[in-house]
């Protein structure tokens, strides 16, 4: 799948940028429980939701309620993956995590930065996801340069991007069950929308 974080909106000549929110394999879990339907609770003027290429090999391994439910956003084009430029090489294992021409972006220097100083917590096991222990948080950690992190886990990796990068992590253990979903992401991203 091809790359988009962000949209512009213009709205009488003026034109508006959507936060872009990038989506933790674990907070698929929150949104499904609580029945969150992205196309309908959160408005597309505000938010665009994406999942890196790494999260795509995660998703294969959920629960197929879970599955279907993450699916159904993904296909219909709500979420939306986002893959650096790259080329796989020839004699590695498993499948590419970069995208080619017409489906992968370049990334930034502050990704990169962010890649290459969280690079030492990826470890050498091999989930049965097909990704490293670790790998799709840094890969997570590193669009925090521009976009909000949605998640239900701030430990390790997740965790430093706040105080080491000044991202945004949206934490949704901590959303209370009286708040709508769009109110609580708002609440939650003020420095990405001006607030």
Request: with cysteine.
């Amino acid at each position: 799948m091809c790359s988009r974080s962000s949209i512009a909106i213009f709205f009488r000549g003026i034109q508006y940028m959507a936060v872009s929110v990038f989506i933790d394999n674990n907070a698929w879990d929150y949104l499904f429980a609580r029945k969150v339907d992205l196309a309908v609770d959160i408005s597309a003027n505000d938010f665009v939701f994406a999942i890196t290429r790494e999260a795509e090999f995660e998703i294969r391994t959920l629960p197929e309620d879970l599955k279907s439910y993450v699916l159904k956003w993904v296909t219909c084009g709500v979420v939306t993956t986002d893959t650096y430029f790259g080329f796989a090489e020839a004699n590695s294992d498993g499948e590419s995590r970069v995208g080619g021409f017409d489906c992968g972006r370049f990334i930034g220097l502050a990704e990169s930065k962010i890649l290459s100083s969280e690079s030492g917590v990826v470890k050498d096991t091999l989930r049965p996801t097909g990704l490293y222990k670790n790998e799709a948080d840094v890969s997570l950690a590193a669009r925090s340069a521009h976009s909000a992190i949605l998640t239900s886990d701030t430990k390790k990796v997740l965790g430093r991007v706040v105080s080491k990068y000044g991202g945004v992590v949206v934490n949704l253990a901590h959303w209370p069950a009286d708040m709508p979903f769009d109110s609580y992401l708002k609440s939650q991203c003020t420095s990405l929308i001006g607030g």
